[in-house]
């Protein structure tokens, strides 16, 4: 299934600029929009991160090391609308006051829900949103009242939406991600799966030494052979050595098939009986409706992509088919997808632009909403395999070129 996947103010993602190495002082206070009293407790965070922290008595905050850059700020109370404001952070000192407005309901719009969600939607929402990797079953929410879903019928689309706040544990990676304003779509008739969300990580406290390892190899697992380390290896120009194997991909109506579907509509219309078709028309019709050609050529990393200092764009035409020749693909896929597609041991995903081009930054992420569609083993992982954008493996980076 393609999948559009935005977290903060894009694709279904949030900004960080560069790795830069300057770092600055960023400090603040919060307070209520009507009153200006100090509001104590909000969370202030940078969208899709780790780095975030709760106001003082006095409504203060401060993040007294944090790295050069673009971020989404957010801060999120209780009874308050969500604020979210993108900032560049230099060398100097900022400060910041940010005033919160209440919400229309207050506390009734997170409590009361004018009725519950349907078990049969609530479990498509679930299987959908946290995937169904081994990771992914490892995944538990906390709060599913948070939450409230629908699905049209007529439309054949799940919705779901967060009046404040869905957490999830991640067992497996070690992390509680909680998904503030979330909007998630499911349109099965076109195949299509859309998030959009302000995303906020907290690292889990692990029970013994053991866990601990075993929660920076899974992240480190999660994180190799993925979008945000595909991206990455664009924006430093080092495809192929990050173990990614990217052809062109043409697909195309199975003329054979069609022929078939067209003898058929024929026959029907003319009031013939479906039995004592010709094998010819009984084979074709087993066919997929599209085929598929891989061009045997590796494409180059400055083939999909324009570097115009200092900034870096995804750049290509048609479909990109994306093998990851570093690990295998997770079992939960075999299984969940037998036949042609299991006989390929690499994770494979495919990849296409909605666009001329589109701005990748050094962290991994797209910079324009709904630029990227992407399906294969990249539709496959969802928040199973999430990881902040902050994330950096214990293997060494390998030097960039331009």
């Known amino acids: 299934m393609p999948s559009i996947y935005r977290i903060g103010l894009l694709l279904l993602f949030a900004l960080i600029n560069e790795y830069a190495l300057g770092q600055s002082t960023l400090s603040g206070q919060v307070l209520d929009a009507q009153s200006s009293k100090p509001l104590e407790m909000a969370n202030v965070f940078f969208a899709n991160t780790t780095v975030g922290t709760p106001t003082d008595a ?99 689309v799940l919705m779901a939406y967060t009046p404040y706040q869905l957490q999830v544990d991640n067992e497996a990676l070690g992390y509680r991600v909680t998904f503030y304003d979330l909007d998630f779509q499911v349109n099965y008739g076109q195949q299509t799966t859309y998030t959009d969300s302000q995303v ?56 054979h098939r069609a022929w078939a579907v067209n003898y058929m509509l024929t026959r029907s219309t003319l009031g013939v009986q479906s039995r004592g078709l010709p094998m010819a028309v009984v084979h074709a019709l087993r066919e997929p409706p599209i085929t598929s050609a891989l061009s045997p050529d590796a494409l180059p990393s400055d083939s999909m992509r324009r570097y115009a200092p200092p900034q870096t764009w995804l750049r290509f035409r048609g479909l990109l088919a ?24 690499a994770q494979r995903s495919v990849v ?51």
């Open 322 to 345: 994306v093998t990851y020749e570093g690990e295998e693909k997770d079992p939960a896929y075999q299984r969940l997808f037998p036949g042609p597609r299991a006989d390929i041991r």
């Open 200 to 255: 906020s990580f907290q690292d889990l406290t692990p029970r013994n030494e053991r866990q601990r390892r075993r929660w920076a190899e899974n992240r480190q697992r999660a994180y190799q052979g993925s979008f945000m380390h595909f991206l990455r290896s664009v924006y430093r120009n080092e495809v192929a050595e990050a173990g990614f194997r990217v052809q062109r991909l043409q697909r195309e109506e199975n003329q």
């Open 352 to 402: 296409q632009l909605r666009m001329p081009e589109a701005e990748v930054t050094a962290a991994g992420v797209i910079r324009t909403l709904g630029a990227v569609v992407t399906e294969g083993y990249w539709g496959f992982e969802r928040v199973g395999e999430l990881l902040p954008q902050d994330y950096q493996p214990p293997v060494p980076e390998l030097r960039m070129k331009r």
């Open 58 to 156: 006095q409504g203060k905050f401060a993040f007294p090391t944090l790295k050069a850059g673009s971020y989404t700020l957010v801060v999120s109370h209780l009874g308050y609308q969500l604020y979210k404001q993108t900032i560049t952070v230099a060398d100097a000192p900022q400060t910041f006051i940010i005033q919160l407005a209440p919400t229309t309901n207050q506390l009734s719009e997170v409590v009361v829900r004018p009725h519950r969600n349907r078990p049969a939607d609530y479990a498509r929402f679930t299987q959908r949103f946290l995937g169904s990797s081994s990771f992914s079953k490892q995944c538990k929410i906390r709060n599913p009242d948070g939450v409230v879903v629908e699905y049209d019928d007529q439309k054949d």
